[in-house]
DNA sequence: AAAAAAT
């Protein structure tokens, strides 16, 4: 019975797929669990044993640590208390009670001058390993934050055990390390990115944040005004905006700075105040954020929304339409002097240069002692350009936007200064049992909630806040006893958290940071809809943050109902030429098409192949199956256990090969997949890369093979010139060498690179 | 078409 892989996911499995009572061993542990039966068709039959169980059991099970109600975990409890002692208290044990305590004597001490020497404190409750992931991945960085791999699965227990380890060094030097190491070819910002410096005007600002950050109303309790002085916001916001002299950006071009753009002016402020108005008033933007003057608003806003008029670029390429048009320097922008920001297409963006970001630290950015060494556990010495660009813009409060390639750090990049941003709002207060979350983080996809919090955790537990899964696919007990509990922060995935809020399970009216995860994916339709309602949930005012590789106008919708003065990044230079993947197409016969499939399939390394309908990601795993070649599915069809360890079996090796829907398109990671293998083209040119990028991580090279058939040509040809990605159409039938050429060696980076 | 709640 499939209890027998509890074993292997006795250290993988808990951290992967918390839920899923790994550790669950007890007998009657099962049977809650067995009752809560959202459990999955997959043994229908244990779920009747259990109920049988538990009627027998039940009457005598008080003694037996057994909760008296514990249908109350879905049902309210009568005995909330006793609810969490159940099947929670196993997973809690270890190392939430030592966070617990942890936490308790991080808020003494905090109560007593915290923000002043917080180092030494932080050397002895470093929670996690030291140089455990630098090591592995030779200093780079590239893969640290979106998924810690996985060995940092391993759950926080086991990270607890590392802590007498001393990394401490690891701070300065692991950073010299890795510069040096920081590979110059392709994957290197540094290279191409010209000599462009963080820009003066923005650096003076961190230092003025470290002192008076929260350029909103964020909570600040108990924070000495002598620390971060408390400012008028209009005062704050008027001086950043005006007071500067510097070409305009995206994010606060101020209103002076418009009258530059002739060129636009006038079209854009016809229509800017459309926008803002409406939306500002209706949802009652003006009381929640009275900092900010209605006028400054509506310019931030006004690039996302506004149309490309006048724009020269777009007629060289008509159908791109969004933001990442430019992400590397256009034609357009070139008569911009050094420095300046690059101009977008419909959203400008702060391009932020990697080596501006040279010799710049986690702390210099604004974050605590804590969070800044648990990130160099992580393998996060110092900060990626995307990371640096926008640390400074949440702590200060801003809503955010931004845009970095796929593993370039997006989730620290959110993530640490959310922690950073609750930690104050609390600091000082009781965390008090049954706290509603200061901050809520949705994704797209339950794995990628997974990762998210895998990533998340480590860094919340190191200030002593606690994170908690909200997804679907999986009894809804543990999720609600943990949120009885209280939870700090919760990651989860629409339906569920929705779910949850319907049931008033959760609340999110103390939410004050809500985070989008692949942002523009989560305004498709069909996601929208409950992502809205759910925002509306949170905190009036509360911060938000927009996230994906391909962030374009599509965030439009929620932009205009929800954020107020956002703060646009993108990363300069992440171009496909920057990139270490190499593109192919091959456009084949399809009767070819299975054949030429499970020779590309049969190879050495990792492949992760792409279907477009469930059915086929089936049909095709099964094909390489019966050829001999172990392969395992990923899709919407599958419960969620299997999903889990379907994906687990890629990322440990037992299978090579693992065929998905777009479920696995985006953020999620696994090492060491060199090939992409599309066996149905993407429709859209943000499949594509979000497809492609799940190869070519770390720096690393990889391949991503699209089949088409020749009607498809021109399509793909379309398709792939918004991409800005240049792939060679090559005929290949079944005996070709082609095939032998792509299934074997894979080029170097540094072929890939000249 | 897929994904995201559970039923």
Redo the contacts with the bound molecule.
């Keep these: 019975m499939p209890k027998n892989k509890k074993p292997r996911g006795g250290r993988p499995a808990a951290n992967f797929e918390p839920r899923y009572g790994a550790k669950k061993t007890s007998f009657h542990d099962r049977h809650t669990t067995g009752r809560d039966?959202?459990r999955d068709g997959a043994r229908p039959e244990r779920g009747a044993r259990a109920d049988a169980g538990e009627r027998r059991s039940a009457p005598a099970a008080g003694g037996y640590d057994r909760r008296p109600g514990s249908r109350s975990a879905n049902h309210r409890g009568y005995r909330p208390a006793e609810a969490e002692t159940g099947a929670p208290k196993q997973r809690w044990n270890a190392q939430e009670r030592a966070g617990r305590d942890e936490a308790r004597s991080i808020r003494n001490r905090a109560e007593s001058g915290r923000r002043e020497a917080p180092h030494h404190r932080g050397d002895e409750r470093r929670p996690t390993g030291p140089g455990t992931y630098r090591d592995e991945r030779g200093g780079q960085r590239f893969d640290r934050d979106e998924r810690p791999r996985r060995d940092d699965r391993g759950a926080g227990t086991q990270r607890q055990g590392f802590r007498d380890n001393d990394h401490r060094d690891g701070g300065r030097p692991v950073r010299d390390d890795r510069r040096g190491q920081r590979p110059t070819g392709p994957g290197s910002y540094r290279d191409e990115r010209g000599g462009q410096r963080f820009d003066r005007d923005e650096r003076p600002r961190r230092d003025d944040r470290g002192a008076a950050p929260q350029g909103r109303g964020y909570d600040r309790p108990n924070r000495g005004g002598a620390e971060r002085p408390e400012r008028s916001y209009d005062a704050d916001r008027a001086r950043r905006a005006f007071d500067r002299d510097r070409t305009q950006r995206s994010f606060d071009a101020p209103r002076d700075d418009r009258p530059r753009r002739d060129d636009r002016t006038s079209s854009d402020r016809t229509e800017r105040p459309r926008y803002d108005r409406d939306a500002r008033d209706s949802r009652g933007g003006e009381r929640s954020r009275p900092s900010t003057g209605g006028a400054y608003r509506t310019e931030r806003v006004r690039p996302l929304t506004s149309d490309t008029r006048g724009r020269p670029s777009r007629n060289e390429r008509p159908s791109r339409n969004d933001w990442n048009a430019t992400s590397r320097p256009a034609p357009a922008a070139a008569k911009f002097e050094p420095g300046a920001d690059v101009v977008h297409e419909r959203l400008e963006a702060k391009s932020v240069e990697a080596v501006e970001v040279d010799g710049v630290s986690f702390s210099d950015l604004g974050l605590g002692s804590n969070i800044v060494e648990t990130l160099a556990g992580l393998g996060a010495a110092s900060p990626f350009a995307i990371q640096a660009a926008s640390i400074p813009a949440v702590l200060e409060g801003r809503d955010v936007l931004a845009r970095g390639r796929t593993g370039s750090g997006k989730t620290i990049a959110f993530g640490a200064p959310l922690v950073e941003n609750v930690l104050k709002s609390q600091a000082g207060k009781r965390r008090e049992f049954g706290r509603s979350p200061r901050a809520i983080i949705l994704a797209?996809?339950?794995?990628l909630a997974l990762q998210i919090d895998r990533t998340i955790q480590p860094i919340a537990r190191s200030v002593g806040l606690f994170t908690t899964q909200?997804?679907?696919?999986?009894p809804?007990g543990r999720q609600v006893g943990a949120l009885k509990k209280g939870v700090d922060i919760v990651i989860?995935?629409?339906?569920?958290?929705?779910?949850l809020i319907?049931q008033g399970k959760l609340d999110l009216s103390d939410c004050r940071i809500a985070v989008l995860d692949e942002a523009d994916h989560m305004c498709?339709?069909?996601?929208v809809e409950?992502v809205q309602r759910i925002l509306r949930h949170t905190a009036e005012g509360s911060q938000k943050l927009l996230f994906s590789a391909t962030l374009d106008r599509e965030v439009a919708a929620l932009v205009d109902e929800f954020l107020i003065d956002p703060a646009v990044f993108e990363v300069a230079g992440e171009d496909q030429g920057s990139s270490t993947i190499e593109h192919r197409v091959l456009v084949i016969e399809h009767r070819d098409k299975a054949d030429i499939l499970t020779s590309l399939v049969d190879r050495a390394g990792k492949t992760l192949v792409f279907a477009?309908?469930?059915?086929y990601a089936d049909m095709l795993a099964e094909q390489f199956d019966d050829a001999g070649i172990p392969a395992v599915s990923?899709?919407?069809?599958l419960n969620q256990a299997k999903r889990t360890r379907n994906l687990e079996r890629l990322t440990s090796g037992r299978v090579n090969v693992l065929v998905a829907?777009?479920?696995a398109a985006r953020g999620i990671h696994v090492d060491d997949i060199d090939l992409v293998v599309q066996a149905d083209a993407p429709?859209e040119y943000k499949t594509y890369l979000h497809r492609s990028g799940r190869t070519g991580r770390a720096g690393r090279s990889g391949r991503v093979v699209t089949l088409i058939t020749r009607q498809r040509q021109r399509r793909m040809t379309e398709l792939l010139d918004r991409a800005e990605i240049d792939a060679p159409f090559e005929n290949a039938r079944l005996d070709d060498d082609i095939i032998e050429e792509i299934t074997g060696r894979m080029p170097t980076a540094a072929a890939l690179t000249s």
Excluded: K, M
Excluded at 444 to 447: F, H, L
Excluded at 612 to 615: F, G, S, Y
């Design positions: 039966s959202a797209p996809t339950r794995e909200i997804y679907g696919g999986v809804q989860g995935t629409p339906g569920r958290v929705e779910d319907n498709e339709l069909g996601f409950p477009r309908t469930r059915a990923l899709h919407g069809d829907t777009d479920v429709d």
